[in-house]
């Protein structure tokens, strides 16, 4: 005789028992990891009141898992060419250069210290980021250690030891942005200087996948022959074209290194005799677009610009009052990609 089966009413109490117990004691783990998250940051934190115990070097911390917004996309988006050069022959032949180069992010110089965002980071080193626009700390959590770091100074510290930083890190139009050298001491990125004349290339290493960083006010750098009547224009240490110009009779073009400080399309100008002439005037020497530079004319003492003409006869010579003329449609297509900051050398 088969024994009876209980009741199936009886089953549904246990059952739900079962399901409430299983759900309470997830949401306990998600809860434990959350405040032990929250314990391990405020511990790093100078003058915190926190105990917790020092982390070991290769320990790991488990967190919950973070939302799409502090783990980023899992792919790396494409690049913005755009960045880096979109302009005429000049710009195709710097894509050319730059395909050797992907993935790659962008830098920017503040203070003459390379800043990169740490954001398109993230997703070669596959961690995660605890912070938000406004606060002045941050926390970044790796498989195998915990980094904090203030951006009011800068102290900065991995698995509770401090590590010295070349700069602060900072945060610009809601972004969190570091020193590209800091992120070796940091995060244990290999950083290797491609470009040791301009410092304009790094290479990354993590966890066995490259990328590049391309610092924008350092990837181009310009050289002027005044014998020579020609401008050279490097990407990333490369040559990638040259122009005939016109530069300063005498010595009215100064030797020497310099860099961009402006630029202006069809720029008025004010004669040395005082006329004032306004941009786009058949009169105006400056022609199409103006790159003005940090040097000074030997005799005038005025500001030595690259720029257009209303002369075109007069490139390939050596007669102007010290500025570096250009064909208009070659000012236009230097103007297009060349961005304020790029490094000049001026020589014989």
């Known amino acids: 005789m088969?024994?009876?089966?209980?009741?199936?009413s009886s089953l549904w109490p246990r059952l739900l028992f079962v399901v409430f117990v299983a759900g309470l004691g997830y949401l306990t783990l998600q809860f434990s990891d959350l405040m032990l998250l929250r314990s391990l940051a405020a511990a790093a934190t100078p003058g915190s009141?926190?105990?917790?115990?020092?982390?070991?070097?290769t320990a790991y911390v488990p967190v919950a898992r973070g939302t799409a917004a502090n783990r980023g996309p899992t792919t790396t988006p494409p690049p913005n060419l755009a960045e880096v050069g979109d302009g005429g022959d000049l710009g195709r032949r710097v894509r050319r250069v730059l395909e050797r180069y992907q993935p790659f992010v962008m830098a920017s110089v503040r203070g003459n210290v390379s800043y990169v965002a740490f954001g398109p980071l993230l997703r070669l080193m596959g961690g995660e980021l605890h912070w938000s626009a406004g606060q002045?700390?941050?926390?970044?959590?790796?498989?195998?250690?915990?980094?904090?770091f203030a951006l009011d100074g800068s102290d900065a510290r991995r698995n509770y030891r401090e590590v010295p930083l070349q700069a602060a890190p900072l945060s610009e139009y809601?972004?969190?942005?570091?020193?590209?050298?800091?992120?070796?001491?940091?995060?244990?990125?290999?950083?290797?200087?491609?470009?040791?004349?301009?410092?304009g290339l790094y290479r990354l290493v993590a966890s066995g996948t490259t990328a590049y960083v391309i610092v924008r006010e350092r990837m181009y750098s310009l050289e002027a022959s005044r014998s020579g009547r020609w401008?050279?224009?490097?990407?990333?240490?490369?040559?990638?074209?040259?122009?005939?110009?016109?530069?300063g009779e005498g010595n009215n073009t100064p030797v020497g290194q310099f860099h961009i400080a402006n630029k202006a399309v069809w720029p008025p100008w004010n004669a040395y005799w005082g006329e004032y002439m306004p941009g786009g005037s058949s009169r105006n020497p400056l022609g199409?677009?103006?790159?003005?530079?940090?040097?000074?004319?030997?005799t005038t003492g005025r500001v030595i610009g690259i720029h257009g003409t209303n002369q075109p006869s007069s490139i390939g010579r050596r007669i102007s009052g010290g500025c570096m003329r250009m064909y208009n449609h070659d000012a236009i297509e230097l103007y297009n990609n060349i961005p304020v900051g790029t490094p000049l050398t001026v020589h014989e």
Not at 2 to 8: D, F, L, N
Request: aromatic share 6%; with cysteine.
């Open 136 to 148: 002045q700390r941050a926390a970044v959590v790796l498989p195998d250690a915990l980094i904090t």
């Open 288 to 298: 199409a677009r103006w790159l003005g530079t940090t040097a000074r004319g030997r």
């Open 2 to 8: 088969k024994p009876s089966s209980p009741p199936t």
């Open 174 to 199: 809601g972004q969190l942005k570091l020193p590209v050298k800091a992120l070796g001491p940091l995060f244990g990125i290999q950083v290797e200087l491609l470009d040791q004349q301009h410092q």
């Open 231 to 247: 401008l050279q224009v490097y990407f990333l240490g490369q040559p990638v074209k040259r122009y005939p110009i016109c530069t």
């Open 49 to 57: 009141r926190a105990a917790v115990a020092p982390l070991r070097p």
